[in-house]
């Protein structure tokens, strides 16, 4: 079965960094696009960054300049690298990703997948 498995969060200064990673794993025949979104208690998820299988990358207005999504598609894996945190940037992450799996050797239909989430806590 395919899964993905978000990585890095934690509780970090405002003005700090930290690096988020999430890994697909399974029977993957393919990764097309693939996201980080986030949701703060009593808020909306939002989607924070977008990276498309060919490269290409979209972000939130509130991100843009200190965030970075990039994609390893030898490891089956999406970063998001956030530089200047603040604290309006807390909340739970997570990652999904369109993926074409693999049965019997044969891809199967692109279904979305979603990671489990980390905390990410940014304290003032």
């Known amino acids: 079965q395919v899964q993905l498995v978000e990585s890095g969060g934690g509780l970090v200064q405002a003005g700090g960094s930290l690096r988020l990673s999430c890994a697909a794993s399974?029977?993957?025949?393919?990764?097309?696009?693939m996201r980080w979104s986030r949701q703060a208690p009593g808020k909306q998820r939002e989607l924070v960054a977008a990276i498309t299988g060919g490269g290409s990358t979209t972000y939130a207005d509130s991100v843009k300049g200190r965030f970075t999504i990039t994609r390893d598609n030898a490891k089956n894996t999406v970063y998001l690298q956030m530089n200047s945190l603040k604290p309006e940037d807390t909340g739970v992450y997570f990652c999904?990703?369109?993926?074409?799996?693999?049965?019997?050797?044969?891809?199967?239909?692109?279904?979305?997948?979603w990671g489990q989430g980390t905390q990410v806590t940014v304290s003032s």
């Open positions: 999904d990703a369109n993926i074409t799996g693999l049965a019997a050797t044969m891809p199967v239909r692109e279904y979305r997948y």
């Open positions: 399974g029977s993957i025949f393919s990764i097309n696009a």
